[in-house]
């Protein structure tokens, strides 16, 4: 099972990284991302709305769905509507992407009164639904928004170094744990979680931001180079720390409702949200250290 997680790893991140090349070439509108961030919320919010649908809890697909899909594409709308090259502030896209959020709750209270037909269900619907726009739908775009966190041009060398750091995050725990791993982390929430485990989630992460940063700022912009050693590795355990909580929160998700994985879509990973679990929960710390670490560094 380890061999088979290292190589549909190295197959998946390979390709991901082909689309990131393309959207990079296609402009500031970024559309490349943006199917792929849609594609995501079809099936995520599916995976999402068929998890949570036990005990008294209903949420609707369609409207999960929409409503995440409204979030993710109001973001978008300043960099796909920019005139003559010119980029708009990110600030907009924030803006527009937490207006749409807070719609997003207006408008399930909203279907909740309508479709109000005695006590007892209602409230849980409507935290379902809110919990899964919440979840899928505003971490997504708050994890797109790491396209533009540093400019238009070169913005999925910050991209890239979330998804690096927690995927080797990820792939670090999973080893560790499986070589070496004896005592339980959280064994009522995630049996199969261990302390090495989580040891090894921080060594992969930070080892993964280190080669990252090393490599790659010359290859997206002339005049950059790799910032202190120390800030990368930084950047990359707080990563792995974050991604690993991402992991077992998404863990209490399924340990509440009763279930192992997501949805079975990938042999010895189960679903879309369980690959997606740890960048998902990271992303608005990638983004807060983006804006905070000396990430790069310009020469003069």
């Not at 080797?168 to 339980?184: A, C, S």
């Not at 990938?266 to 998902?280: A, I, M, T």
Request: glycine share 12%.
């Amino acid at each position: 099972m380890l061999g088979w997680r290292l190589l549909v790893s190295a197959i998946l991140i390979p390709l991901l990284f082909g689309l990131f090349y393309l959207d990079q070439r296609a402009g500031v509108g970024a559309p490349y991302l943006l199917g792929l961030c849609c594609l995501l919320v079809l099936r995520g919010s599916w995976e999402l709305t068929h998890l949570l649908k036990v005990r008294k809890l209903a949420p609707s697909y369609p409207m999960v769905c929409i409503l995440s899909l409204l979030i993710c594409i109001m973001a978008w709308i300043p960099f796909l509507t920019s005139l003559d090259g010119q980029t708009p502030p990110q600030t907009l896209s924030l803006a527009l992407m937490a207006v749409a959020f807070a719609v997003s709750i207006l408008l399930i209270f909203l279907k909740g009164a309508i479709q109000f037909q005695e006590p007892g269900q209602s409230m849980e619907t409507i935290g379902a639904e809110i919990l899964s726009v919440s979840y899928l739908g505003f971490l997504l775009a708050m994890l797109a928004e790491l396209r533009w966190v540093i400019g238009p041009e070169t913005g999925y060398i910050a991209l890239g170094s979330l998804i690096i750091s927690a995927k080797m995050g990820d792939i670090g725990g999973y080893t560790f744990g499986r070589l070496w791993g004896k005592q339980k982390l959280v064994p009522r929430l995630s049996p199969g979680k261990t302390w090495v485990g989580g040891y090894g989630a921080l060594f992969g992460a930070a080892l993964g931001s280190f080669l990252w940063f090393q490599i790659t700022p010359a290859l997206f912009h002339s005049n950059w180079s790799a910032p202190a050693w120390y800030w990368s590795i930084l950047f990359g355990a707080v990563i792995g720390l974050v991604g690993l909580v991402g992991d077992l929160c998404e863990s209490l998700i399924k340990r509440d409702v009763g279930k192992k994985d997501s949805a079975e879509l990938l042999p010895g990973f189960g679903g879309l949200l369980d690959l997606l679990d740890s960048p998902l929960y990271a992303g608005p710390v990638a983004f807060l250290m983006w804006k905070l670490l000396p990430l790069i560094t310009v020469s003069s």
